[in-house]
DNA sequence: CTGAAAGCGCTAACAA
DNA sequence: TTGTTAGCGCTTTCAG
């Protein structure tokens, strides 16, 4: 491998002096600027930057750890994240928690090993806050996006789930349902709590009756009981509308009523949070709130580099983005008939 | 920061007690490993892997690049790579270069600097060999994933192209089209000239003149210019089945044909290589060939932990993973009128 | 089974 | 403007 010191013998001078070149610090000569150039040209010279990263301290990387790699909104948020960190200098190392915990442990060991400058962190849930300790106990400045954690003092930046929530609910009733079905994430996620809240803020204006058997919760990265849908539609009284608090989880369920051979919307309306990446391009059929999901991973970016930069000498940020309402195809007002027969 | 020296001076051991300690590697007491176990504990110990990279001159950190981080194709690609980097004790870098040369070539920079032990690389183009050269001066043991590109030597896992190909251009021949577009990706993409094989093999077998009329370019992530699309169906003798070279620009000619009132697959037909993520799910609607994405990922992952152990003592490998033909409803036979009228 | 010394490639701090 | 020295946190090598 070629280093500093092999430069530093051709070009006749010392290693800090090809240190300073390579780093444009310190007040050089035109002529031995250029001639040190030269031959790192020649020697097809790399600074080696597990060496600066020993001795600075800082490994200008940062990290960002999401809870499905295969989801639209994480991968869009990606995106953002990567652009930030590459505008900033950083290298950005992925990780992928699966919605586990466990992983996320895992995770959070390897980051803590690498000594990477800082984390964007998407955690898989409240119970996450034992990762965010650790975090905080080594001094890793980090940043919070999508969700939030009970406890925590992090900067984060979240979408306006509550709203959003309302306005979709909002739109069903609008629409003339009144048994809404809400097929949430699990209640340990603060996403899943607010458009929870969302939800209900809508029932509630309208004066309609929350019935708690018309909720049901799943991991927001797979449907794995159809079953709690099944006793949803087998209610007396059913639901004409379903609202999915995530993406998979709608697609998951339009699947299933699918092959139930239930007209979505003529028999049932579904509505989301969160679009649906090619799909909503091939068919634009979804009724969903749109979150603003590069900037989501834009802004986390900006707002951890700052951290890192100015550590406790500023006060915590909670940056909220408005999400956006398309309307599409997949609800309709409710069937006629009073009493469906699915 | 706690160091080994800390756990040292505490444990009334030497340094190198405690980095056998760590590493399990020598022989140690029961006694003096539980000591120095329970300080670490104590002491919140974490090792710094920069410090261990520097010495060891491996970083135990491999690198994906692939070029389109929204395409679902390659977000599970990369699933599967970070599923077989993680059990082999691996961390993954992340990279996306949106099949721009000019990024590919600012990551590569990254990965040399960075010194991780092998790459995994879904090149842009054929123009990419200038990049492996690269890595090859600088002995970074490489594999190639998704894409050839001639004239390198190095490990690769790539698709069925040329026979998924065939065999999607046969089905849209046996459906009745004697007139079959191909929008493919630009031909400085070794899988964009394997598909466009694959179309003239099935042609031709069935006696079907091959029209370069018919056939198209475009980058994979986007579909730039419509008007070249728009000539093909302004032809005096337009295509009635259409073989877009991969999902993104499935998704985009479908949409843009509906925007023009073009009934698909009642006026068109519509095939492509690769599954469209949830669309797929939420709506079986397109007839794809589709390849095993997570197995590229999780092989291509596999081979280079192989190259990085055996170096040159290993012939070069090119593994093909199979892809499968999943008839949906995007083609059906070709509309009987002899001149559409678009 | 345990330790001392040296050094991985680089840069901070101080000198000249 | 350039150089010298020391050391980042760890492991290799050799010695006991």
Redesign the pocket.
Known sequence: ?V???DI?KRA?????????V??D?????A???EKVKRIMDELN?V??S???S????ETKMLSLLITDITNPFFTTLARGAEDAALELGYKLLFGNSDEKLAKEREYVDMVLSTRVDGLLFAPASDASIEHLNMLDRHRIPYVLVDRDVPGTEADVVLGENRLGADQLTDYLIGLGHRRIALVNGYGTVSTARERYGGYCDALARHGIHYDESLVVEYGYNRFDDPDKLERLLALPNPPTALFAANNVLAVSVISFLRDKGIGVPEQISVVCFEDVGLASKLDPFLTVAVQPAYDFGYKGIHLLAERIRLKDEMERRIIRLPSAMIVRKSAAAPPKTSTPDF
Do not use: C, E, F
Request: aromatic share 6%; no cysteine.
């Open positions: 491998m280093t500093i010191y530093a006749n001078v010392s290693a800090m002096t090809v240190s300073r390579i780093n610090s310190g007040r050089i000569s002529k031995t600027r010279y600074p080696n597990t060496a600066r020993l001795v600075k301290q």
